[in-house]
């Protein structure tokens, strides 16, 4: 069992920058490939970013490449999204989330993340 604690949200105008923190309990966090989401109000929880067990892979949703940079250090069991650039449509509430499956191929779907936290708020103003 792998449990997940995000931290890191808050609110910042647009143009600011924030880092969201994900530290996970268990001694197999450094094998699974990790995962950022976010909800906004009303809409279906979306993908945002992945990273491979390693760190040298990466994924991005369209809608952040170029401003969002996830990384992470096996050594501190914890999981970064460095945010910038950031527009009032980034408000959402932010999970990371574990694959335990070892696949090669970086997640982008929920169904395939077998943990999750319990998520941080992140709100941009205009």
């Known amino acids: 069992q792998v449990q997940l604690v995000e931290s890191g949200g808050g609110l910042v105008q647009a143009g600011g920058s924030l880092r969201l923190s994900c530290v996970a309990s268990g001694r197999t966090f450094s094998s699974y490939a990790m995962g950022w989401f976010r909800q906004a109000p009303g809409k279906e929880r979306e993908f945002v970013a992945a990273i491979s067990w390693s760190g040298r892979n990466t994924y991005y949703a369209d809608s952040v490449k170029g401003r969002f940079t996830a990384s992470r250090d096996n050594a501190k069991n914890t999981v970064y999204l460095q945010m910038s650039s950031l527009k009032p449509e980034d408000t959402a509430v932010y999970y990371c989330?574990?694959?335990?499956?070892?696949?090669?191929?970086?997640?982008?779907?929920?169904?395939?993340?077998?943990?999750w936290g319990q998520g941080t708020q992140v709100t941009v103003s205009s």
């Open positions: 989330a574990a694959d335990r499956s070892l696949s090669q191929r970086l997640a982008i779907v929920m169904r395939e993340y077998d943990y």
